[in-house]
């Protein structure tokens, strides 16, 4: 159902996109990268090793956007470069923050995922909004070019938003799938 190769976004900062992409990446053994991170604290809840990637020379400590968190302008033949050097058959290209999110001041998440031309998967929260910041989402990726190959709903089926699972599914002409941190694995 994914893609061999895939990138994947988020509709905004904090909604699993890691989570998803350690079980994705864990269920079929594909190398998982993430090249840009920015409140990186190397401890614990540091995204990289997570979904097993190697720690990227593009990871800052300060919890801002990447654009203002890197003490150099960030240049995405850099950012390809790296990606190149991990690169495999079967992979997974992290994201940072949400579709929108600057890099640099020239680029961001929708040139470097254009760049690489990967189909996008997006990781949602299953939360009063969700709905809103998906279909936003997913249409801004599609006038950027790109292809979107599905929709994960993290934290799907939780007792607060029960219709955001149906409702996305007959919104979106794509896979819409769920991830309930129990299982550990996405539901189409």
Same mark, same amino acid.
């Given at each position: 159902?994914?893609?061999? #190769?895939?990138?994947? !976004?988020? !509709? ?7 989570? /998803?992409? +350690?079980?994705?990446?864990? @269920? ?5 990268? *993430? ?6 604290t190397g401890g614990p809840q540091d995204d990289a090793p997570r979904i097993g990637s190697p ?6 400590? *300060?919890?801002?956007?990447?654009? #203002? ?8 033949? +850099? ?8 690169? @495999? ?11 929108? /999110? ?10 470097? @995922? ?23 989402? /997913?249409? +801004? ?17 939780? +007792? ?9 599914? #007959? ?18």
């Amino acid at each position: 159902m994914i893609p061999p #190769r895939v990138f994947v !976004t988020g !509709t905004d900062t904090d909604v699993g996109k890691t989570v /998803v992409s +350690a079980a994705i990446c864990a @269920a079929d053994g594909r190398v998982g990268l *993430k090249p840009i991170a920015s409140g990186v604290t190397g401890g614990p809840q540091d995204d990289a090793p997570r979904i097993g990637s190697p720690r990227s020379p593009f990871s800052y400590e *300060k919890p801002v956007s990447p654009h #203002r968190a890197a003490p150099d302008e960030i240049q995405l033949d +850099a950012v390809l470069a790296w990606i190149d050097e991990h690169a @495999a058959p079967r992979m997974l290209v992290e994201g940072v923050g949400g579709w929108r /999110v600057p890099i640099s001041w020239s680029f961001g998440v929708p040139e470097l @995922a254009r760049a690489l031309g990967f189909p996008v998967l997006v990781v949602a929260a299953d939360r009063l909004g969700a709905l809103n910041h998906t279909l936003l989402t /997913v249409d +801004a990726i599609r006038r950027d070019g790109l292809e979107v190959c599905g929709v994960v709903l993290n934290d799907a089926h939780r +007792a607060s938003v029960p219709t955001n699972l149906d409702d996305l599914r #007959r919104l979106l002409d794509v896979p819409v799938g769920t991830f309930a941190h129990a299982g550990r694995e996405i539901v189409w």
